[in-house]
């Protein structure tokens, strides 16, 4: 196997249990490793830190899938840690069929994201090195899932960053293009294959808990950046009179207005623009709603993009709290690692001062359990929500 040692000091760090090694620590590399080969990690005594995946193209250059000598990567260890993570969640007791049974880093397989939908798994890779393991996860998942189907999906961001093509395709059975999975008392079509993500946003499955709490009968509600529907329909659920869900995805609002027909909800208004245009609107129109949900995609890709990203989500904090009802609430959230809690404290204390609004914290909000937050890898706590009284 292909040797990595690492720089003097670098194996405080690993031995801490964070899962990757970057390029400019990397003291030698024993062989010539193509993108996604098995290697030793060494630190600069030679002393083994763990066993990882590499490579040499990106940033990032190893990481790991395990810190135990006696664990070498196999068919058996992804094996062992699926079943691991399958029995974490059976733990969880969820509310739903619906769950992510693998979060990468969070469950020691980094690259790879597996969710599950009434039975069948999707899953999402994200780096070479996992893709090279395809087969090892699909018959992983055959033996301990024993999924209806399993339907690979790879993001074009990370082909484009990690420098691998691959086809979307059923691994496994049989998947259609649409499934129906259940939450609570909501009921929800799941299109896997052209979806975003996998499909749908199991992360927020506690925030749209959250949310339902903060309504009551008879309030106006707004849900930007609606998606299929999750927050708008968990809004009209609980009594809302009337719900407005801004979206600028045709596909998304289509499939937003047959899980409202799905749960024989009616009253809520879908719109196609973009969220901002479509904020500003109301705000001119003078329009005030006593619950706003701002969900948007993640504007920080890279550290490089936090700057811009802050902007984005100052105007959105102006432009919620002109339309939020004295006495109602504002909620925003960042989907985004590199928007840390506090960007997203400041960018709301910012709007504050510019349109002269005090707020009330009544709330705050991470991903769910399922996507688990491992303290050593401070990437996988990525999903952050801020839940707001407007005074």
Not at 1 to 15: A, C, D, N, S, Y
Not at 218 to 242: I, P
């Amino acid at each position: 196997m292909i040797e990595v040692r690492l720089r003097p000091g670098v194996e405080k760090k690993i031995k801490a249990f964070f899962q990757w090694v970057y390029n400019l620590e990397i003291e030698d590399i024993k062989g010539s490793p193509k993108p996604g080969d098995l290697v030793k990690v060494l630190d600069s005594k030679k002393k083994f830190l763990g066993y990882g995946y590499i490579n040499p193209n990106t940033k990032i250059m190893v990481r790991f899938l395990s810190f135990n000598e006696r664990e070498v990567p196999s068919k058996e260890l992804i094996k062992d840690r699926i079943r691991s993570a399958l029995e974490y969640r059976r733990r969880l007791h969820l509310k739903s069929n619906a769950f992510r049974l693998v979060h990468s880093e969070g469950d020691l397989l980094p690259g790879l994201i597996v969710d599950v939908y009434d039975g069948y798994a999707v899953m999402e890779v994200t780096t070479y090195g996992m893709w090279k393991l395809t087969d090892w996860v699909k018959q992983a998942l055959i033996e301990v899932l024993q999924p209806k189907g399993i339907y690979l999906r790879v993001s074009d961001y990370a082909m484009n960053i990690e420098g691998f093509s691959a086809e979307e395709r059923v691994l496994y059975g049989e998947v259609p293009e649409r499934i129906k999975i259940w939450e609570e008392d909501l009921e929800f079509f799941v299109d896997v294959i052209k979806g975003q993500k996998t499909g749908f946003y199991l992360d927020q499955r506690r925030a749209r808990k959250m949310i339902r709490d903060l309504v009551e009968p008879g309030d106006v509600c707004l849900d930007v950046f609606c998606h299929t529907g999750g927050f708008a329909l968990s809004m009209k659920k609980k009594g809302a009179s009337k719900v407005i869900a801004v979206d600028l995805s045709e596909r998304a609002l289509n499939l937003a207005k047959e899980n409202a027909k799905l749960n024989q909800i009616e009253g809520i208004e879908w719109v196609e623009d973009n969220a901002f245009h479509f904020l500003r609107k109301l705000q001119k129109a003078g329009e005030k709603f006593d619950v706003v949900v701002i969900d948007p995609p993640s504007f920080a890709r890279t550290k490089a993009t936090v700057e811009n990203a802050m902007r984005g989500y100052k105007e959105l904090c102006i432009r919620g709290l002109q339309i939020t009802k004295p006495g109602g609430y504002l909620v925003i959230y960042s989907c985004s690692f590199h928007i840390q809690r506090e960007h997203l404290l400041s960018a709301i204390l910012e709007a504050c001062k510019d349109v002269k609004k005090q707020v009330r914290v009544v709330g705050e909000s991470f991903q769910d359990l399922d996507h688990p937050w491992i303290l050593q890898m401070p990437n996988t706590l990525y999903l952050k929500g801020i839940y707001l009284e407007v005074l």
